[in-house]
């Protein structure tokens, strides 16, 4: 029988050497290893399949992953059993993902160019997924990776869901994911409200919203909110924005002084008007008003990018994960 | 042909363009670039027929129907998955859906594309053996999962030789490609109750002398799959007789005897159900029976202490009682 050779299928073949990260409500561990028989430096994802009740998500996620075929989504390599483990291969993003860009080097968010790099290669993944006929339901900064060479790929496709049903392209979709807690800051006021009218693949750009804020400002708008509240600003039309000095009244932050304080960075830093311009067309409280990820894609904003520094430039101080980085931290 | 706008071929070019350039892609001549080029964009024109797009609306009925028409007289959906491995990465997921869409076809309550490859069951085999090829399998798993909704179908795949192969897909080292394929022996072994249960029983030692290497596969997640199945299909009134015959067998008994010992937890649970088949029935079988008692004591013992920390789940705590209760009364058959 011809399969995937096998030497990428036995575990004996990746030297372990640190640990990235957790996923999966920590039941699943990614490992930075090298692939021995070629060097190649890789991420192994392990799951915990006897801890895991809800086996069909790690099934469903890698199946559809390994059907997509983007630059800018995450390539499975190979996925295999070792023991109670299913372990998933893919390149190694060395940047890890954009919510830890965040956590360890910019608290106060990313510069616009960077944004504007990461927004639009997820924008090609996505108007990719919407055209092959599925809707992410996850597109958040823990899911965008940045590669070495300034590459942001699209993950978190566990969450995805198909238009097609029933052998027929849906106007709309009411099922709800599930173990989607996590999300629910990113997702869009017609998923969350769960009503007759259902939601479709726009859900997905009012994400992309929400995250080119979370780019922006470091956090994601309602962070720390209640769920509750959270629900009810969004479904009145609510819409979170970028901070800065067009966004932020200035006397009043300047005389309250009191519950949230925010740095004179934020309170003088502008964004151009064109990164404004975006955020409000993606969080349109009416799916129907904000635009396609492809006809996003032919904004202003997104011209001319060859004029910008390269990711890895606009990214530092943060280093991307080197093999020797790697080796330090055994 | 116009220069800007869409395409207006009618069904009729396009499956007989399809077909062309597959002929072709098959042949592997100089113009193969030409022909996967033809064969990509005369399968999205066939898919937005079927489907429509975000921003049209599938073709009238009357267009879908031709088409079909069209796709039965040129044989070209066989065609289609035979060459399926030449064709390029996106044409491959394109036949699925194209082949999905039309076997959902309905006239009243007739579904003539079911009733056309049940006279073209090559199709069917065909799809089957897509298991082995690594990149074709997850695009033929769809298509035979849609294939298995239909009684007709089903039942071809079942009693045909190649099933026996899904034995060996759901244990291959790929995880994706073992998943799906369980998926789909899963599927063709309990959609249709009495299609499966007169399977089973017609073919009960073939079929169990298989299931038990699964049973017994150093594949964690072959065993705790099929394991769960086996649950599944033992305590389904349909497989009345099968689960007879299967808690029959004291062979069967030692088996789950020993998976309630298995390291792990989720092993443990799903060998429970399966065990508890064995202590309920009324009838046991002396050989049963025997073993059983002679492991009274330890059975009692070791339930007491079996997944205690599952207080919340009632069912099992029932269930786990009245094992013990059951068990604890066991006594030697009277007389011979």
Redesign the interface.
Known sequence: ????S?RE?NIANYQIISILGHCFNQLAVVQLAKFIPTGAMVAIKKFD??KIKE?YLV?SE??LT??L?HPNIIKYI????S????C?VSPLMAYGSCRDLLSRHFNEGLCEPAIILIIRDVLDALDYI????YIHRAIRGSHILISDNGKACLAGLRYACPI?L????QRSIHSFPSTTERNLNWLSPELLEQNLKGYN?KSDIYSIGIVVCELSNGIEPFAGMSKTLMLTEKVRGYAPSILDSTTIPRDENIESGGDCEISTNILNRRFSDDLHEITNLCLHREAYDRP?AGQLLTHPIFKNNKRLLPLPELLKPALPLSDRVGYDTV | MPLFGKSTKGPAEVVKALKEAVNSLEKGDKKAEKAQEDVSKNLVLIKNM?????DAE?QADIIVAQLAQELYNSNLLLLLIQNLNRID??GK?DVA?VF??I??RQIGTRSPTVEYICTKPEILFTLMTGY???EIA?NCGTMLRECARYEALAKIMLYSDDFYNFF?YVE?????????AFSTFKELLTRHKVLCADFLETNYDKVFSHYQRLLNSE????R?QSLKLLGELLLDRHNFTVMTRYISNPENLKLMMNMLKER???IQFEAFHVFKVFVANPNKPKPILDILLRNQEKLVDFLMRFHTDRAEDEQFNDEKAYLIRQIKELKPIQGH
């Open positions: 029988m011809k399969m995937a096998h299928n399949m006897d086996a099934e890698i199946i390994r059907q075929n190979v996925a295999f059993v023991g109670p483990q299913v998933v919407h055209k092959k006929g097609v029933n052998g027929k392209w693949e396609t | 079927l489907y429509g797009t975000s599938p990465f996106e997921k859906q999905n869409n076997l959902r082995e090829h690594q997850l060996r291959v080292s790929t995880f994706d490609i073992a998943s799906d594949n964690y997640v072959t705790r792990s937890r989720n």
